[in-house]
């Protein structure tokens, strides 16, 4: 037996495997019991909810409280909504396709950052976000520290230093700093795709390429293409480290590609859409590199920051020291250089100095993002040196005293990460998730079709979505680009500190022919600001009028807008059926007309007459113009987007393949076990 796998030999010498399970399933219990206490989880839902006591129109009926970040209120402007929205969709028995709520409309399933397929998503989808949001948080937290424990284990390390490991990753500042963000879903399964790599490596049969495949699509459909891409780069330095022959090189990037074509129905329609917005040329989103200053709190999470959520990097004190033992002592070891020069490479892109600055304004990524793999590889160094100071006597079998020793190390760590992820996120009720107020009960109340535009911060762009209303901004790098640029008729949209993509009053458009066009029907104006239907009327040449008003801001109608499915020409609209992809409209033209709809073009969407395609569209971003014959007619429009259904053959096919493989191998070991034995 080798020296780097004897600490947990008499473990595998038992009669049964039932000890190793025991004390894997002791670990999880120990990370679910105190992830699910330590951060308040039985409290209520963990979700920064407190963020609505600064932003109208909660902001007079939610009591202030302080605020982590900034940065953790995106699930609660974002992911709660996609995921409500989506839960909406799947029980009318549609998929989650289009999101009709935000920039005009735009691609649900297609956006990464929804993690709509991610199976860490599903206690959400299933319970709602009342009951589920927390479980799904805790399947992340238990995925990634499983992983990486049975990543560890496989490199024969011993059980309390592959524990120590798993809890680096799984309570590592990062991670817990993201967790409720996509980051943390597509982070959780990385140890499993260097495990599966091991195995490939070494073995390659087909349920080992099964297993490659299906970690790189749980990775690839986390949500989150800046973490998955570091994650490559890991997965690429841990390939390189265990030199394997070129044929078990080849079968590890055929069951990494295998596993992305898994999720391409993720995939392709997330390349058509990142073509088409603003994403796709580095358009809204500022550089980001932080501060040589914010190294200090791999020491001290506590340390002064503008950024506490993006420079977040706690790993333990005592975990760098393991780390940096387990550096020392792998000095001849491949696998460590290989994890250094990965770790070497976060650090580099994340913290000031010329190569990352180059990086963020070249890539408009933010290096800092990838801190969140960084654990994995000090969580394998810290493994590693643990297990060195254990056999440090030279002996193969470490005495009592030594594993009380390592198991008070791991003990240690624990705690001090679970003292530095006291208070990073919020503790809300379940029922202020879906918070009302006066002003938004009197629009749930408007049956008719109709968009809103809250000028200056109110209602953050996305939060609609929660409340079914029709927003003409977002907030997303995946915005729309041809949307945005129609919609400058509305007027001049900015960045704000605390919200994007405002409007504020003075920067209307004069005249507001564009909120007429648009189906435009409210403006929502802040109370705290002096702008009127009156100032707004007089100044901007608008038309709008003031229907309520109260502590939660002032709702003005705007008596010119048009309808959304209208009919230039004599007729009228019958009957309007809609969901978030069909429209159906019944029209009764006296002579030839055209049938307008006020959605802009997206790829994707077709539309047909009485059942006949019609062949002409609108340029993307434009309203839907239809020429209607005399009579009476039924026009569809649909969201059907070929990259989707592309998107399924690949999956497919990738599939199909991964179970040939799988089955060859069954077959051939099932004809080894009946050949004759040789003497």
């Known amino acids: 037996m080798n020296s780097s796998g004897v600490v947990g030999a008499e473990l595998r010498r038992g009669r049964s495997g039932a000890p190793r399970w025991l004390a894997g399933g002791t670990l999880l219990v120990f990370v679910a019991l105190a992830t699910w206490y330590g951060l308040g989880m039985h409290r209520g839902v963990l979700l920064s909810l407190n963020i609505r006591a600064k932003v109208w129109p909660w902001a007079p009926f939610v009591a202030e409280q302080p605020l982590r970040s900034q940065e953790l209120s995106d699930p609660v402007w ?78 024969a390390m011993s059980v309390p230093a592959a524990a120590l490991g798993a809890i680096v990753v799984a309570w590592s500042g990062p991670f817990v700093a993201w967790l409720a963000n996509p980051n943390s879903m597509t982070v959780a399964a990385a140890p499993l795709v260097l495990w599966a790599i091991d195995r490939v490596a070494r073995a390659g049969r087909g349920r080992d390429v099964l297993a490659l495949a299906g970690a790189t699509a749980l ?28 044929a078990a090189a080849c079968r590890c990037v055929t069951g990494a590609v295998l596993g992305a074509l898994l999720a391409a129905p993720i995939l392709v329609p997330f390349a058509e859409y990142l073509a088409h917005s603003e994403a796709g040329r580095g358009i809204g989103r500022a550089d980001l590199v932080l501060p040589v200053s914010e190294l200090l709190r791999f020491l001290w999470p506590g ?179 041809a949307w945005r640029a129609t919609r400058a008729g509305m007027g001049a949209f900015s960045r704000h500190r605390n919200v994007t993509d405002v409007l504020e ?104 007459l009485d059942g006949r395609p019609v062949a002409q569209r609108p340029a993307i971003g434009a309203p839907w113009r239809v020429a209607i014959p005399a009579g009476r007619h039924v026009v569809e429009v649909r969201y059907r987007p070929a990259s989707f259904r592309v998107g399924l053959i690949l999956a497919g096919l990738a599939a199909v393949s991964l179970a040939s493989w799988t089955w060859r191998d069954v077959r051939r070991g099932a004809t080894e076990a009946r050949a004759p034995s040789r003497s």
């Open 303 to 481: 340390a002064p920051t503008a950024t506490p959520v993006e420079g977040a990097a706690t790993v333990s004190v005592v975990g760098l020291l393991l780390a940096g033992t387990g550096a020392v002592a792998s000095r001849r070891d491949r696998r460590a250089w290989a994890l250094l020069a990965v770790a070497g490479g976060i650090l580099a892109v994340s913290y000031a100095n010329p190569l990352a600055q180059a990086f963020a304004e070249a890539t408009h990524a933010y290096g800092s993002r990838a801190l969140i793999v960084l654990p994995v590889a000090l969580g394998w160094l810290a493994a590693t040196g643990l297990d060195r100071l254990l056999r440090s006597n030279g002996s193969d079998r470490p005495g009592p005293g030594r594993a009380a020793l390592a198991w008070l190390a791991t003990l240690v760590v624990a705690g001090e990460l679970a003292v530095a992820a006291q208070g990073v996120h919020a503790v809300a009720e379940p029922a202020e998730i879906r918070r009302s107020t006066p002003m938004l009960a009197v629009l749930a109340a408007d049956r008719e079709i109709f968009r809103i535009l809250p000028l200056h911060t109110f209602l953050p762009p996305d939060s609609a979505t929660l409340y079914g209303l029709d927003d003409v901004r977002g907030y997303d790098a995946m915005d729309p680009r």
């Open 219 to 246: 990775v690839v459909v986390g949500g989150h293409p800046e973490t998955a891409v570091a994650v490559a780069a890991l997965a690429a330095a841990w390939l390189a480290a265990r030199a394997p022959s070129a």
């Open 78 to 155: 974002q992911f709660v909504p996609w995921i409500e929205l989506a839960r909406r969709e799947l029980a009318a028995g549609r998929l989650p396709l289009w999101n009709p709520h935000q920039d005009g409309g735009r691609p649900l399933l297609a956006n990464p950052m929804t993690a709509l397929a991610s199976p860490t998503l599903l206690p959400a989808l299933a319970l709602g976000v009342e009951r589920g949001w927390n479980l799904s948080l805790l399947v992340r937290v238990l995925l990634a520290a499983s992983a990486m424990y049975a990543f560890l284990r496989r490199q």
């Open 505 to 608: 009053p003075w920067d209307l458009a004069p005249g507001g022919v564009a909120l007429d066009a648009w189906n435009v029907k409210y403006l929502l104006v802040h109370p705290q600001l002096d702008w009127n239907a009156e100032t707004l009327n007089r100044g901007f040449g608008l038309d709008v009028e003031e229907v309520y008003g109260g502590p939660d801001g002032r709702l003005l109608r705007n008596r010119r807008v048009l309808p959304r499915v209208r009919l230039d020409g004599d007729g009228e609209v019958v009957r309007i059926e809609r969901t978030p992809t069909r429209w159906r409209m019944e029209v009764a033209a006296v002579g030839p007309a055209t049938l307008v709809l006020a959605n802009p073009h997206f790829p994707g969407w077709s539309a047909a």
